[in-house]
């Protein structure tokens, strides 16, 4: 039977790539930095292979390989050969994009958001953890011309040093990437909060050369939730709710902060944090500054706060329902994108232990009636005008 969705592209607003065990030391000198390169070996105390950089542990090779695998998270496959080749392999996972109706996928990495704390803080090497960047993004540029197009690279950056930072912006963006990854919680790393003018180089350069900036959950030290005597897989889920709603936090530091006053056209994305609580956070934000006086006290702000969120942030949704429909209803849909975080745990992708339907599957039954031009903004014409592409 024909469905709504046959002639209506998707992009995906927040997929991972799963590195592979030699992105690293394919890429650097180990003469030079010995075992400090981040490199992957089997663990005898965990019975898993693992990412270690230096003799530090990061995580599971195959942590984030949640895509068809057979066991509830977070239990995940011991070894990344285990895990489905179509969760890490960028050939083999055109096939699944091709099955869910995925015409492109922007692409997160893994240990460059869910790690950078850790081996900026092992090895008291700045050279070294600049390299790691670079290797990253020069991989990433490898990895999406198996399908250019349909795989939409954004860079990471040395964030702790904004001359090397302007300079990675400037080579990446030249080597074909479409957006910036950002940390959000700078406590994590002992730097200057979002909104002090600290990163006021950084906001500008990218505002020059069009480049969104993305904030992804989880960036930094991940807060733990729940306790061990509750249960791995509750605890599991406690953690991964509330990390939905740390975003809420950045949103009203760009607004409050007044970083959206002052780089009128820069664009910012809150990624993996559903939109549902969106309208909520945005009227209690206009409540307050009228409430507080803010407004009479800062007349530099033009606009509502609501309306600095319209003209610059986006959201990202996936599993959502209803919420996600009143805040479509509520906010328009000019700045909502439609995800899948593939290939997580939480990831839109059914399975034996999950609760996902696919992509379309979801859509076609939770969001086909909206007016035809709202599904293709949020399916993919926003994506599109955000992040440049030509999907022809």
Partial sequence: MASTLDDIKIIDADTHIVEPLDLWTSRMSTKKWGDLVPHAKWDEETQEELWYFGGSKLYATGLACGAGWHEFPPDHPHKLADADPRDYDPVRRLERMDEFGITA???????????ANRYLETSGEPQLVLECVQAYNDFLIDWQS??????????????????????????????????????????????????????????AQAQEMELSINFHIGSGNIPLFGTDNVGKHLSYAWTGTMLFM?????????????ICQRFPKLQFVSVESGVGW??????????????????????EFDLLPSEYFARQIYGCFWYETAPARAAIDQLGSDHILFETDFPHPTGMTPGPASAATTPREHIERHFADLPREDLEKVLYKNATRLYHLDLD
């Fill in 105 to 115: 996928q922007v692409l997160y990495p893994n240990i460059g958001i869910f790690a």
């Fill in 146 to 203: 198996v399908a250019p197009g349909r795989y939409i690279p954004l860079m990471t950056v040395p964030f702790w040093d904004l001359e090397a930072t302007a300079k990675e912006i400037k080579r990446s963006a030249e080597a074909g990437h479409k957006g910036i990854v950002f940390p959000a919680r700078m406590d994590d790393f002992g730097l200057p909060q979002l909104s002090d003018s600290h990163w006021d180089p950084i906001w």
């Fill in 246 to 258: 740390l975003n809420s936090a950045h949103i009203t530091s760009l607004i409050f902060g007044g």
């Fill in 278 to 299: 969106i309208p909520f956070l945005l009227e209690s934000m206009d409540w307050q500054w009228h409430n507080t006086g803010a407004a009479k006290e800062h007349p």
